[in-house]
C-alpha cells in the first residue's frame, strides 16, 4: 500500500488513528542483521508491521519477519519502543495518517533464507552491522537500528 512518510516535517498532515507495530532486529549466529527493502520506496528497514487483533507483538514481529523476509525468529527481548509523534504515515488511498506506535524486538534466526515476499519488500538480506551506515534507511528506521546495536541490553524508549 503506497504511503506517504513524514518525519519532524512542519508540513505533515496531524495524525487520525495510532496503529500499534512490531518490528524486529533479528541477527544470525554471526551477528549480521536482516533487513528487508520496501517495495515502494526502495528503503532498507527491519522487517515488521501491524499488530493484528488476537496477537501479541511478539507473535507479530515472528510473523512479520517470516512473512517479509522467509526467515522464521524467536523474539528474545525488547529492544524499544518508539511513540514519536512527529512520525507519521499518510495512505492516500485510505484517508489515515498514522502516529506510528513501534514495539521493536530482539530476535535470533531459526531458519530460513532471506528472499522477498514481492508484494511489500522487494528484497531481503543479511548485513555485517559495519556495512549498514551506507544503506539508504529512513532516519526514525536507522535510529532504531544503532540504538539495538549499540546498547543491545538497555531497551530505548522514544
Known amino acids: 500500500m503506497f504511503r506517504n512518510e513524514y518525519y519532524h516535517d512542519v508540513d505533515a498532515p496531524a495524525a487520525n ?3 500499534p507495530t512490531a518490528f524486529a532486529v533479528a541477527r544470525d549466529d554471526a551477528g ?3 533487513l528487508v527493502r520496501r517495495a515502494d520506496t526502495g528503503l532498507w528497514e527491519l522487517p515488521g508491521g501491524r499488530v493484528e487483533l488476537g496477537e501479541s507483538a511478539t507473535v507479530a514481529a515472528e510473523r ?15 529492544a524499544g519502543v518508539y511513540t514519536d509523534p ?37 528484497d531481503a538480506a543479511w548485513f555485517h ?16 537500528i544503532e540504538q539495538a546495536l549499540a546498547q543491545p541490553d538497555e531497551p530505548h524508549l522514544g
Open 17 to 19: 488513528s495510532v496503529t
Open 32 to 34: 549480521w542483521v536482516l
Open 64 to 78: 512479520e519477519v517470516a512473512e517479509e523476509s522467509g526467515v522464521t525468529v524467536k523474539v528474545t527481548r525488547l
Open 86 to 122: 512527529g512520525h507519521v504515515m499518510a495512505y492516500p488511498s485510505t484517508g489515515e495518517i498514522r502516529q506510528q506506535f513501534a514495539v521493536c524486538f530482539h530476535a535470533e534466526a531459526v531458519t530460513g533464507l532471506p528472499h522477498p515476499d514481492e508484494q511489500e519488500t522487494c
Open 129 to 144: 552491522p559495519a556495512r549498514l551506515h551506507g544503506l539508504p534507511i529512513h532516519p526514525s528506521m536507522r535510529l532504531r
